[in-house]
């Protein structure tokens, strides 16, 4: 089972930040929080990582909370093409689980 | 950089009939992972391959799937005697063992119909 929750959809005007939240209240310590993305009948696309710092690269930025309970995922300039389903994944670093347990995620819709 | 590769893009079936999908991960990548998504559903895991040696399978993973890594280089996911219930999309996704984070990488994935 996923062990994260994130609304299921959400909408965001062309041009504006795009914050998307995820709930992993039970997260542990050797775990990382992933964000992938996946646009319509495409795979999977990571987008970023973190731990307990905050992090940023080309296409976002990751702010994890103090407690590491939740972040969110940013996308300063939403455009069109960010119309996808976005999914935060919790991961333990090292250890037998190395594979990805995808919820739901959620729907961005990028309106113009 | 070539990315995560598979192949056919789209296989169309009939149920009973044998399909064999083939995925060439990132060049030097020594980890490659299965997995499947049906409709309005995240993905879920396979199968998991360290070079050749599979470590690890879902129980997703029936009798009738079989999964390969001959040469710790490109896999091949062999589905045996097809149901309509396997009609769905099969994606393939490679890391680096040695990698600060084992980050996974997905190819485009194989959609299979099952008539």
């Known amino acids: 089972d996923a062990k994260t929750t994130q609304p299921p959809s959400m909408d965001c005007a062309e041009g504006r930040a795009a914050n998307l939240p995820c709930n992993h209240s039970?997260?542990?310590?050797?775990?990382?929080v992933y964000w992938y993305r996946q646009i319509h009948s495409q795979g999977p696309q990571y987008i970023i990582h973190?731990?307990?710092n905050n992090e940023t690269n080309e296409m976002a930025s990751l702010i994890i909370t103090e407690d590491r309970k939740s972040s969110t995922l940013i996308l300063p300039h939403a455009t069109l093409r960010d119309t996808a389903v976005y999914y935060c994944?919790?991961?333990?670093?090292?250890?037998?689980?190395?594979?990805?347990?995808f919820g739901s995620g959620t729907q961005l819709t990028v309106l113009p | 950089d070539t990315g995560v590769s598979q192949d056919p893009r789209h296989k169309i079936t009939k149920r009973g009939q044998n399909v064999t999908f083939r995925c060439d991960p990132i060049s030097e990548h020594n980890r490659l992972y299965w997995y499947r998504q049906t409709l309005g559903q995240g993905p879920e895991f396979l199968t998991y391959f360290q070079n050749e040696a599979q470590l690890e399978k879902s129980r997703l993973l029936s009798d009738r799937f079989s999964a390969e890594r001959p040469k710790g280089s490109f896999s091949t996911l062999e589905i045996q005697r097809t149901e309509q219930g396997d009609s769905a999309m099969y994606l393939c996704?490679?890391?680096?063992?040695?990698?600060?984070?084992?980050?996974?990488?997905f190819g485009p994935g194989t959609r299979l119909t099952v008539l």
């Open positions: 996704a490679s890391s680096l063992r040695d990698s600060p984070t084992d980050t996974q990488y």
């Open positions: 994944i919790v991961r333990p670093l090292s250890g037998s689980a190395r594979q990805l347990t």
């Open positions: 973190g731990l307990k």
């Open positions: 039970t997260i542990s310590g050797n775990e990382y």
